[in-house]
């Protein structure tokens, strides 16, 4: 059943990538940003959803003598009195390059998201958004589109949960000698923020267990800080996730094409993303933070496989037991991501 899912989607996933990865790419102000929000607009009508507020999905704002626009979908749920899920990507583009990792990938895997649940019915609202001027010289400023959003248009709501996605195309290029013995950590992604709420935890460890073609890496969003659209929501206390590969050797670079992508891992970033969903609509959320440490160690362990106890002694590391050993981890594997971000 759930690779049958992935298939379907496949297809869509596929185009809408090619369709927002742009030769010209999508940056503010520039011919292909409005381009890439035309299709957008035309593929939240196609699959049916209603705009977030009003009439229409464009949320438009202006600033600096510059015009800039969010696209909002809701997909109503059962129970309207029920915290709503948000699930969201920016579009535009930083460099006038088809930046098709960073970020028309994560944008397409939100469009299927949304087409998967427009057949079915959520106990929650789906909040579907997709973030203008995430890119600088916007981002962390009043002006990036998730700020504005969140901002201008989520006054009073509290969510059960924002889902953020960023950089999830690519795999994962470790250089250090433990990749060697454990090939599949280049189908690793990792997700940030199970921290910003108790009840994130189970939800990241039942979805990463039906995961078959990714490695579910669960971590701190304080190891890399805010490095997407999360930001605001994180400030205004709402539980998040954020899913990513990390940066990669072609990040903001004109080299950021289709070819740089492993479509096969979108679309099981794709499921992954859905059965998320799918246990949050069923999750009772305490807006309580926690460390979760043992749900990090256990899940560590178990993408490794037999191969911890070697993974640990080529990184240099005694143990995996507390968060201390954790911040090590972190420590070395920030290291090592930042390496791979080096041109071959």
């Not at 998967?116 to 579907?128: M, N, S, V």
Request: aromatic share 8%; glycine share 10%.
């Amino acid at each position: 059943m759930r690779e049958g899912r992935v298939m379907k989607a496949g297809g869509n996933i596929v185009n809408d990538t090619k369709g927002l990865a742009l030769p010209e790419g999508r940056r503010v102000g520039q011919p292909g940003h409005a381009l890439a929000r035309e299709y957008l607009v035309g593929r939240l009508k196609e699959i049916g959803l209603e705009p977030f507020s009003g009439n229409s999905f464009e949320l438009p704002f202006i600033g600096n003598g510059q015009s800039f626009c969010n696209l909002a979908a809701r997909l109503p749920g059962r129970n309207p009195g029920l915290p709503p899920v948000l699930i969201g990507a920016h579009y535009d583009s930083v460099i006038d390059a088809p930046c098709a990792d960073d970020n028309a990938t994560a944008v397409a895997v939100v469009l299927a998201a949304a087409e998967h649940f427009a057949g079915t019915k959520l106990e929650r609202d789906l909040i579907i958004v997709l973030f203008d001027s995430e890119e600088p010289p916007y981002f962390q400023t009043p002006l990036m589109g998730s700020t504005r959003f969140y901002e201008d248009h989520c006054a009073g709501i509290r969510f059960a949960c924002v889902l953020i996605m960023d950089l999830i195309g690519h795999d994962v290029e470790i250089q250090h000698e433990a990749a060697r013995y454990m090939p599949t950590l280049k189908r690793l992604v990792f997700v940030l923020g199970a921290e910003s709420d108790e009840a994130l935890p189970g939800v990241v460890e039942w979805a990463g267990s039906q995961a078959r073609g990714l490695k579910v890496f669960p971590t701190l969003n304080r190891y890399v800080g805010d490095m997407s659209d999360h930001h605001a929501f994180r400030l205004g206390g709402q539980p998040f996730l954020f899913l990513s590969c990390g940066q990669g050797r072609h990040y903001h670079l004109p080299s950021d094409d289709l070819a740089w992508i492993n479509f096969d891992k979108v679309k099981h970033v794709f499921a992954l993303v859905v059965d998320l969903i799918q246990c949050l609509d069923s999750t009772q959320i305490s807006y309580t933070q926690s460390d979760p440490v043992e749900f990090e160690i256990r899940m560590i362990r178990r993408l490794i496989g037999p191969a911890f106890p070697l993974f640990l002694k080529l990184l240099g590391l005694r143990s995996l037991t507390s968060r201390s050993d954790l911040d090590a981890l972190a420590q070395l594997l920030s290291q090592e991501l930042g390496r791979s971000q080096q041109p071959k």
